[in-house]
């Protein structure tokens, strides 16, 4: 058996993986017929627990994920669904624009306005003379959707055009849900 094959084992000849999983897996509070009298399994026992407690506290902690995460999440994965490229012609050159460029104006531009509590599905389409973008929202209780859905078009238009030079079509918004303020 060379040094690293020894490092493995106990003197005893127990496995040290077998004992950290039976620490990990249901504590080390039951032992065998064989750690109950072999003082080198005792010893590394105690000691895994003692290292083990960092676990297990960490493992109780509740873990609250950044807000919002799953939506930027999904929002990314959905922009990579849409494929296309609008190109345009400046002074000195071309420049392409992917429908993810549209997606996430679409979205930052949303969210911002208030009364939008969340943005669901910014989907950017391709038309003739620029874009056209479907919105799902979720209002906050208590704003009128027809004055929040004029302020979203208001700003998306403004704020592609901006950023883009190009005209925003139409903006469809779906409002899916009314979350408490």
């Given at each position: 058996?060379?040094?690293?094959?020894?490092?493995?084992?106990?003197?005893?000849?127990?496995?040290?993986a077998?004992?950290?999983?039976?620490?990990?897996?249901?504590?080390?509070?039951?032992?065998?017929p064989?750690?109950?009298?072999?003082?080198?399994?005792?010893?590394?026992?105690?000691?895994?627990?003692?290292?083990?407690?960092?676990?297990?506290?960490?493992?109780?902690?509740?873990?609250?994920?950044?807000?919002?995460?799953?939506?930027?999440?999904?929002?990314?994965?959905?922009?990579?669904?849409?494929?296309?490229?609008?190109?345009?012609?400046?002074?000195?050159?071309?420049?392409?624009?992917?429908?993810?460029?549209?997606?996430?104006?679409?979205?930052?531009?949303?969210?911002?306005?208030?009364?939008?509590?969340?943005?669901?599905?910014?989907?950017?389409?391709?038309?003739?003379?620029g874009?056209?973008?479907?919105?799902?929202?979720?209002?906050?209780?208590?704003?009128?959707?027809?004055?929040?859905?004029a302020?979203?078009?208001?700003?998306?238009?403004?704020?592609?055009?901006?950023?883009?030079?190009?005209?925003?079509?139409?903006?469809?918004?779906?409002?899916?849900?009314?979350?408490?303020?």
């Amino acid at each position: 058996m060379n040094q690293s094959e020894r490092q493995r084992y106990l003197a005893c000849g127990t496995r040290r993986a077998d004992l950290v999983e039976q620490v990990a897996e249901r504590g080390s509070g039951v032992r065998t017929p064989h750690q109950a009298s072999c003082t080198q399994c005792q010893t590394a026992l105690r000691d895994l627990e003692w290292a083990w407690q960092a676990v297990d506290l960490l493992r109780s902690e509740a873990v609250q994920p950044p807000a919002r995460l799953l939506e930027r999440v999904m929002r990314r994965v959905r922009a990579e669904l849409v494929s296309w490229n609008i190109e345009v012609r400046g002074e000195h050159g071309l420049t392409q624009l992917s429908a993810q460029v549209f997606a996430m104006i679409a979205y930052e531009t949303a969210e911002s306005v208030p009364g939008v509590s969340a943005v669901h599905r910014s989907q950017p389409a391709r038309v003739s003379d620029g874009v056209d973008v479907a919105l799902e929202l979720s209002l906050v209780f208590g704003y009128s959707a027809p004055e929040v859905g004029a302020v979203v078009r208001r700003r998306l238009m403004s704020r592609v055009r901006q950023l883009t030079g190009l005209a925003v079509g139409a903006v469809q918004i779906k409002v899916s849900d009314v979350v408490a303020p």
